[in-house]
């Protein structure tokens, strides 16, 4: 069962006309919504749509030029540092720390978090990932996809009631792919919720319960996973078709 | 190598922006100007042969410092660079080998040096000539000179780290071979420096053969250097025993510091950090024994180079070894985890004083020993931990968890050599003229390291309010 140290409010995210600018470029364009508690909130857009920069505003690494956003009723700037003990992160690319072991990684992560039974937290984890025998060899030595289980396992060992989640499923394997969405599905029956930025949308279309599309910025369409279904058409499906309509772009096929 | 030279000026300017690093060169070149603008009253305190022997030995130090390419390679492998890439990683993906990009970084960062920091040094020095009685040729062999030195020292790290990657116990014995010579040079009449470094020889004796043996031994350093550029890299996988906990125990006095402080020396253990850092401690304070020994003992100076000068001059290392620890690791996994960039800075810190108390206040005793001035250690010490201390923090003030891209900075060297340099050349001073007035000198040193001491409280409590916005991405 997820825990917090702070009160879970519903909705859990809740944003509102956030605008960014890098320089020349904008990167989000007056973005509103609102995730509620027990959500899978998928958000999907194609390259450079803002999803990451949405992602970085929401964890406190990023301020945004305009607008609004409160994350279990903390402001992302000025309370990161709280915010960051009651969520989980899994950044767009795995970057653990080179020179600690797997092990060592989750045990220094335990150890920041204030996490008194860390040693069976990460037996459980390493568990998961079936990474007992790579416990003891230094993440730059290891494979993307066993980086990749450090930084899930990471993000996942403190239990927080609310996970961010960048492309989560990237050089997982099938197997682990099917094991991290199942234990994600449960996650979220047991009362977490879940803002995911994903591309793979045969697998976010089956786990989500709701989407944001993202393009340019600006949002295409929000709502219930359901809404972008129907008539034999799948979410990869509906977002192909609205990227190229009503993003109004022509694209390459 | 074009493309290279736009790629460094991407990367550098984007710490701030393009006009900020346009803006160090001329922060040099106004330097530069200051320098050749008091001209007169520079050569009235030290000699000019002093002046250009310490020029020369910064610059060497300089060039050993920015060289060691061939480490290059195996970081972009091991993806040390975080998010960032390079060219440099082609060969990767693209068919060409590591000793043709290695060796056009190589050229690139040459290139680099040459034109942002040794011209802009010597145009400075050329736009106060009309003000000073030097020559414009005077300023145009200095110019040449310093380029020969720079690229000897480049070269020399360059092959050394070449060595490194072959053989530890062939770097270690060359090392040592080197450090031997040196010492010889330095010490004794056997071995002149100029043998040793030819193009100091070359701009005290303008002696042409000397301009000829510096490039020839720099082509051929950078030819051995770029013959032994690996082009394949150990992917085997390192095991450790689980060590964590044990060091978290060990600093467990640092309180919540102490997974941090676990976690940075672990760092300096497995990526050998700490013994290069030691190593890149040691050199430039060996050069500077030998240069405080050289020019009290060889040259004639009246000035007396006292163990208070060289213990002020040791703090000032301080900020090449920050800058190593900020170096070791890619840190935008910290940007997932509930800690803030100024604690990280000040765990570097306390990492910092760690490594470096020891070997500060060897070189220091080593010092007062060598020039028969033990007594003067009572005030020696404090002055080299007060100078480490304050140059360590400003540094960190300053740069936070990027030294070397801040250090590239105009606006940041700038306010850099504004809060280091105005003490440090106070203490120099006060111990040039302890001589003549030592009670008098004594009180001000005193005077000086406690200020440099509060200093440092201020500015580590400023940390906080400076970099606690800033996240843990590289770039």
Known sequence: ?253 | MGLMMREEARFQSNFTSKLSFYEFPLVLTLFAFAAGYFYEELIRTSPLTQLLVTLHFSILLYGVSTGAFAFLGKEIVDRRFGNVNFLLSAPITQPIQFKTTTSAFYLKDAAYYFAFTLTPIAAGLALAQPFSSYTMPSVLFLWLSVILTFSFGLALAYAFSAVYLKSRRLFGALAFAFMALLAIAGFTDLLPIGVLIPSIHFQLAKDPLSLVATVAITVALSWIATVMVQETFESAESEFKENFLERARRFRRFGRYAPLLAKEWIDLERSHALTKMAFSFAVPLVFLSLSVWFLNNTLGVALKFDTVFYAGNVGFFGVMIYSWLNHIDITEYYDTLPITVPRLIKAKLIVFFIVTTGITAFFVILMAFVNEETWKLAVALPVAFSTSAYTAVATAYLTGLRTNTALLNGPVIARFAIITVPPLLAIAFLSLGYELFPSLALQWIGLVAAGMALITVLLYALIDGRWVKATFQRA
């Open chain 1, 1 to 253: 069962m997820p825990s917090a140290e702070v009160a879970v409010p519903d909705p859990i995210i809740a944003v509102k006309g956030l605008s960014k600018s890098f320089k020349n470029t904008r990167a989000l364009e007056n973005v509103s919504f609102k995730v509620p508690r027990g959500a899978f909130y998928g958000c999907f857009g194609p390259n450079g749509a803002g999803k990451s920069t949405l992602l970085r505003i929401l964890t406190g690494q990023l301020e945004p030029s305009d607008g609004s956003a409160t994350v279990l009723g903390l402001a992302p700037g000025a309370d990161a540092l709280a915010l960051k003990r009651n969520v989980g992160i899994v950044p767009e690319s795995e970057t653990p720390p080179s020179f600690l072991t797997a092990v060592e990684y989750l045990e220094f992560v335990c150890r920041l978090r204030g996490l008194d039974d860390g040693e069976a937290r990460i037996t459980k984890w390493l568990d998961f990932f079936d990474m007992a025998d790579k416990k003891d060899t230094l993440c730059k030595d290891m494979s993307k996809g066993t980086r990749q289980k450090i930084m899930l396992a990471s993000a996942f060992i403190h239990l927080p009631p609310l996970l961010f989640l960048d492309e989560p499923f990237i050089n997982l394997d099938p197997i682990y792919q099917r094991r991290v969405r199942d234990f994600l599905a449960d996650f979220v029956k047991a009362g977490g919720s879940i803002f995911m930025c994903s591309h793979i949308l045969e697998i976010a279309g089956k786990v989500c319960t709701d989407a944001l599309i993202l393009d340019r910025g600006a949002v295409l369409a929000q709502g219930p996973i359901a809404s972008f279904k129907g008539d034999g058409r799948d979410l990869a499906d509906t977002f192909l078709d609205m990227i190229e309509t009503k993003g109004g772009a022509p694209r390459l096929a």
